[in-house]
């Protein structure tokens, strides 16, 4: 193991494999499915139920180039533009170019898209792209479906799985190479408690880390818990401060926390107009795309429209569509808004931006090698280079696909040796555990310094109460008689990854003093391609500081190869 690690028993149980994949949204069962095709003993590991991560919650669908007319390059252009200046382009064109086959392999795993009379993939359009290039399910249930069919062959190929399962740590051989992780079982079965599972090759699919802030659309399992594994294990993450603030989330309250109900942007791919309170379409004349344009763009005119009115959110207007198509068409959204007492049949639906999409991530290059030997990270958790600084709507999915077949060839091409962890799995510095009630507190500090609208000042303050927290579980965890102050668990496991993450973040953010893609500095409002055309990468020094570094160029630079 690293020299940086949670506060945990010993693993009091340990299996061996070939490769353990950690998350079961479509970027880890993709993974998991082709490593077992390959032959290799695969192990899928998952915080909740197999079919309990954010791919399930995905309403709008899958970009790929499709249609007729359509092609990977304008894919690639639309993408490009989205991504700000900041997307490496090769990267960008592996996702467009190899996607529509990986959209055609998913259907032959059993995904069922939503067609034409005639037969074809019905097709719309989101935010960002010029064409209809938006394959979707069920309506608005494209996640539920895609999830629905992958745990279907996860189960008929009988993987070896692990559900209600915490990652902890990554475990290393003596040369520093993956050896697997350590882990915790919640609940009674053939494993439970902290165990290992050993494997030569691991592959982080832990999605994202909304619930670092009070508001999101993330479920209550995305807590940052990979980007926290991999910092600890010594491995780069890059692009943190570009995290997505969805334009269309149901406004619950201005008191209203935890996981939202998002309002897909096929809404208003199909025609829904963003209003203010006296009913002005205030898009047209931002963008081309008036209500299409960019997340970025449009979370931001919202958030000034709002400032501008003295409002806590805005509308949604899609009172033109009638019941029929709000029926057929987004039956899910439906019945969200009508849970919560609005009926878009006939009134607006009011919105406001929450914390949607990490954009960055643990780097990779395009195998999914991260800076660890043996590590690997795909989805959401991963920087890939492909969404830059905002990424472009229902990139997400693709990228999950493309990226983990990538990562399956290329463990199956290295069928690297299983090797025993190095010592004592329990040794290593114990990061001090925060306190489960910290949670709320960086959470509101999140999203008042770090939110959707940021500044020198507002990021600053946000460092200064986030290093209290970090100093305060250090100074706890010193009693007289040397014993924690915090008992290990869950809720603290996940409160300590969710200040680690957030520590990291607020550094990167601070450090691009400029406005790009869906980091928004009001003091800093205009992009500096001139200085700031740059990658920010951190790792986290032995004193468990965040080290913020550039790079010298523009693209995504290649990684240290795993083997």
């Known amino acids: 193991m690293t020299g940086i690690r949670l506060t945990a028993p010993a693993p009091g149980w340990a299996i061996d494999a070939d490769v353990v994949v950690v998350g079961s949204g479509v970027a880890g069962l993709t993974a998991a499915l082709r490593c077992a095709a390959a032959g290799l003993d695969t192990v899928v590991v998952t915080k909740a139920r197999l ?44 996702l467009v170019t190899e996607g529509p086959d990986a959209v055609r392999r998913l259907i032959n795993t059993g995904a069922h898209f939503d067609t034409t009379d005639s037969g074809d993939i019905a097709l719309t359009r989101e935010g960002g792209h010029h064409r209809r290039r938006i394959a979707h399910a069920g309506g608005d249930a494209t996640g539920a479906e895609i999830s629905r069919a992958l745990v279907g062959a996860v189960r008929e190929a009988a993987l070896h799985t692990i559900e209600n399962a915490l990652v902890l740590d990554l475990l290393t051989d003596a040369e520093g190479r993956t050896a697997g992780v350590s882990l915790h079982v919640m609940g009674e079965g053939q494993h439970d408690g902290v165990g290992a599972v050993r494997a030569p090759s691991v592959v982080l699919a832990t999605g994202g880390m909304g619930q670092v802030f009070s508001a999101t659309t993330n479920p209550p399992v995305s807590t940052g818990d990979g980007v926290a594994l991999a910092l600890r294990a010594g491995a780069e993450v890059s692009d943190l401060e570009f995290v997505q603030f969805h334009p269309t989330v149901l406004f619950l309250g201005a008191d209203s926390e935890g996981q939202q109900p998002l309002v897909s942007e096929a809404v208003r791919g199909e025609g829904a107009h963003l209003v203010d309170g006296d009913g002005v379409r205030f898009m047209l004349g931002q963008h081309e795309l008036a209500e299409l344009a960019p997340r970025d763009i449009v979370a931001k005119a919202i958030t000034r429209r709002m400032l501008d009115h003295g ?130 507190a960086i959470q509101r500090t999140m999203t008042r310094g770090a939110g959707v609208l940021r500044s020198a000042d507002s990021l600053a303050a946000a460092a200064e109460e986030l290093e209290a927290l970090h100093r305060g579980a250090a100074a706890d965890a010193e ?30 953010a601070r450090d691009r003093e400029e406005t790009r893609g869906c980091h928004w500095r009001e003091d800093r409002p205009d992009r500096d391609d001139a200085h700031s055309r740059r990658h920010l990468v951190v790792r986290i020094a032995p004193d468990r500081t965040p080290v913020v570094h550039r790079t010298e160029t523009a693209a995504f630079p290649p990684v240290r190869p795993s083997d």
Not at 56 to 71: K, M, N, S
Not at 401 to 423: H, Q
Request: glycine share 10%; aromatic share 4%; proline share 8%.
């Open 479 to 508: 009693g007289p008689s040397g014993a924690k102050a915090v008992v290990p668990g869950v809720d603290a496991w996940e409160v300590t990854n969710l200040l680690l993450v957030s520590r990291v973040l607020v550094a990167a």
């Open 311 to 440: 409002a806590e959110h805005m509308y949604l207007d899609a009172r033109h569509f009638g019941a029929r198509m709000w029926e057929q068409r987004f039956p899910t959204i439906l019945a969200a808004c009508r849970s919560h007492g609005i009926d878009p049949v006939t009134e607006p639906i009011p919105v406001a931006p929450a914390a949607h999409y990490a954009s960055g991530g643990v780097r990779t290059d395009l195998r999914g090698r991260t800076t660890v030997p043996g590590l690997y990270a795909c989805g959401e958790v991963a920087c890939t280079g492909v969404h830059g600084a905002n990424r472009l709507a229902s990139n997400s999915l693709l990228e999950g696909l493309v990226f983990a077949e990538r990562i399956a060839a290329d463990i199956a091409e290295a069928r690297p040796p299983r090797t025993e962890p190095a010592g004592d799995p329990d040794a290593g510095d114990p990061a001090p555990l925060l306190a489960p009630e910290a949670r709320t």
């Open 51 to 94: 079919d309990d991560g954010s791919t399930r919650w995905a309403q709008g669908g899958i970009a790929a180039a499709l249609g007729e007319g359509d092609t990977p390059e304008q894919h690639l252009d639309d993408t490009l533009v989205a991504g700000a200046g900041l997307c490496d382009e090769e990267a960008v064109r592996t």
